[in-house]
């Protein structure tokens, strides 16, 4: 079986501003594949409007109306294709032969050097930057000197796969010091050596610190007494099992309150659940709500069953749709430290824009970053993304203040959530 491969992914701009792209992907399916394709638009900064899905387990079809989010975001669209078309296997081998090994090589890492003046909102302007070259940050070592200027250590692979290349490389410096102008003092890109090694290294946080961060429950100071209408939709979450429509599938029947990333999230935990999804619509978002219908098998091609089968992926995609991420903030000594952590996917993935998010949250409040680093921590369930940020005091925000505390937690929650 073949197709040209320009029809793999088409792509229908919406008729008039404002309108949704239609991303039509058309290929021989894989494991994960749905959750593949939603990472990659969420990394764009897209949000699915809604969406279809299909497959019979040897070819799929998958409908996805995105639009901005928010709605200036430039996107490169010609390179957003590009990368969905490599996440879908080829239609020129034969199916057997693209489902031998899911497994990816593990990408080249690179370690960005920059130097420079500090000044409020840097690391989220460096951070755009790296964002718009399609770079991903792995893993990041923020420091600033006593005499107020900053080494910004980003360990990054290139999705586009062209940092071996020259070219590449001085493109990425040129435009980092065209965004950073008299601030920058020096920017270096080259191939990560042992140190990317130790970069790699897990987290270690008090006790107490991660019992909250990665508690199942909000605890107050996790959501602002300003937020409960918020707290009240999460936990309006609700998941209906239904196993009489269909004699081969089981129907998850899924209406929780509209975030960013969502589909991303429930269909990363189908994938590691080892759960197929053979159909699947996604609704357009109705008063800040939800519904997403999912007709569903194991990889045996048999039905969910078991009662205790049935509470334990329940309770799972509760907890990704009630707790996609987890923020906190902490005293480290006499500093305070915000701490925000994200699941990892069993492939190894972390979730897209976090950090980017983040920095703009803080950017937006004024708040100044002395310190950064992102890390893996891992608890009994699963292993997690951490990134701690060590702020700042600032008139406008005293970090010693509990409505100051409040209010950062408030902004960065949002932000990440897309509210």
Known sequence: MGMAWDDVVLMEPGVKSGDPTVITVNCPDKAGLGCDLCRIVLEFGLYVNRGD??????????????VPRPSCLKVDWASLKNRLMSACPSCMIPYYLSQQSTCSPRPTVYLLKVFC????????DVTKVLCELELTIQRVKVMTTPDDKVLDLFFLTDDMDLLHTKQRRDETCEHLSDVLGEYCISCELQLAGPECEVQQGFSSLPQEVAEELFSCELSKEAVPKSSSSDTAKLKKATITVDNLLSPVHTLLQIQC?????????????????????????ILSSA???????????????????????????????????????????????????????????LSGKGRPRVFYDVTFALKKLGICIFSAEIARHSTAERQWEVYRFLLDESPEYPLASKRARTEILEKVKRTLMGW
């Open 287 to 345: 008063k800040g709500y939800r519904t997403i219908d999912l007709f569903i098998q194991r990889t045996d091609g048999k039905k969910i069953l078991d009662d205790e089968n049935q509470a334990s992926l329940c309770s799972r995609l509760k907890e990704e749709m009630l707790h996609p991420l987890r923020v906190t903030v902490a005293s480290r000594g006499p500093d305070t430290e915000l701490l925000v952590a994200n699941p990892v996917e």
């Open 117 to 124: 003046l500090d000044r409020k909102g840097l690391l989220h």
């Open 257 to 281: 309150v509209d975030q960013k990333g969502l589909i991303y999230d429930i269909l990363r935990t189908s994938k590691d659940c080892d759960i197929q999804i053979a159909f699947g619509r």
């Open 53 to 66: 899905f299909a497959t019979d387990g040897k070819w799929c079809y998958i409908v996805l109306w995105v």
